[in-house]
């Protein structure tokens, strides 16, 4: 209900009672998170992994504690450590591990993590698009564009992944292809795929060629 202090109250009362295991000092974690005090939300994470190390969600509840604080070496140390300690660790502690680094702007370092984190769970595509953005802001565009092809193969979400193609092949001035990909992403239902191939359109019209220009605003309103 929103009601942390209580919650605190009756956690802390069934540990006084004896109920000494790792549900009730997540749940303390979780509260005294939520709450902002982070020296206690620490102390209970650690003594929910201490009574369970394959807790992950306490591991995350304590890698975020560091982060709340700023300190993201410590939350980068705590996710490494989980993965020694637990076979549970799975492709999200490669994905957070990814966003710690990224805020350091260790971009290499945060670009491996991603890697690494595709290659246990190659369905996520927001994970597949945030790496593809990551490959565009160091100028490698053709590894972010393997990377969305790559994700086809899975049949998740391939409207997003057509469209980011588009844009990648928008800003490379490589309007055929680009109009190709945003068109695909129409036809599955995506606005953005519409509003890509306006653009591609726009820029014909621009350029002074009105009869291409026209022939892609049929291909939308038709869907062709």
Same mark, same amino acid.
């Given at each position: 209900?929103?009601?942390?202090?209580?919650?605190?109250?009756?956690?802390?009362?069934?540990?006084?009672?004896?109920?000494?295991?790792?549900?009730?000092?997540?749940?303390?974690?979780?509260?005294?998170?939520?709450?902002?005090?982070?020296?206690?939300?620490?102390?209970?994470?650690?003594?929910? !992994?201490?009574?369970?190390?394959?807790?992950?969600?306490?591991?995350?509840?304590?890698?975020?504690?560091?982060?709340?604080?700023?300190?993201?070496?410590?939350?980068?140390?705590?996710?490494?450590?989980?993965?020694?300690?637990?076979?549970?660790?799975?492709?999200?502690?490669?994905?957070?591990?990814?966003?710690?680094?990224?805020?350091?702007?260790?971009?290499?370092?945060?670009?491996?993590?991603?890697?690494?984190?595709?290659?246990?769970?190659?369905?996520?595509?927001?994970?597949?698009?945030?790496?593809?953005?990551?490959? !565009?802001?160091?100028?490698?565009?053709?590894?972010?564009?393997?990377?969305?092809?790559?994700?086809?193969?899975?049949?998740?979400?391939?409207?997003?992944?057509?469209?980011?193609?588009?844009?990648?092949?928008?800003?490379?001035?490589?309007?055929?292809?680009?109009?190709?990909?945003?068109?695909?992403?129409?036809?599955?239902? %995506?606005?953005?795929?519409?509003?890509?191939?306006?653009?591609?359109?726009?820029?014909?019209? %621009?350029?002074?060629?009105?009869?291409?220009? %026209?022939?892609?605003?049929?291909?939308?309103?038709?869907?062709?």
């Amino acid at each position: 209900a929103g009601d942390c202090g209580l919650a605190i109250t009756m956690y802390g009362r069934a540990v006084e009672l004896g109920e000494d295991n790792d549900h009730i000092h997540y749940a303390l974690g979780e509260s005294y998170l939520k709450m902002r005090d982070f020296a206690l939300a620490q102390r209970h994470f650690e003594r929910a !992994l201490y009574l369970n190390p394959d807790r992950m969600d306490a591991w995350f509840g304590l890698a975020e504690t560091y982060e709340r604080l700023g300190d993201y070496e410590m939350a980068i140390k705590t996710l490494k450590k989980a993965m020694d300690e637990t076979a549970l660790a799975g492709a999200d502690v490669h994905f957070t591990l990814s966003y710690y680094y990224s805020k350091l702007d260790s971009t290499k370092k945060s670009t491996v993590e991603m890697e690494n984190g595709l290659l246990m769970d190659p369905e996520n595509v927001q994970a597949r698009r945030y790496l593809a953005q990551v490959y !565009l802001k160091t100028d490698a565009p053709w590894m972010a564009v393997f990377t969305l092809q790559e994700g086809f193969r899975y049949k998740k979400d391939v409207d997003a992944l057509h469209v980011d193609l588009g844009q990648i092949y928008f800003d490379q001035k490589r309007y055929d292809e680009a109009l190709e990909e945003f068109m695909t992403a129409w036809k599955l239902g %995506n606005s953005q795929g519409r509003v890509g191939a306006e653009n591609v359109g726009n820029i014909w019209y %621009n350029a002074g060629d009105e009869q291409q220009a %026209n022939t892609v605003y049929k291909r939308i309103l038709e869907k062709n």
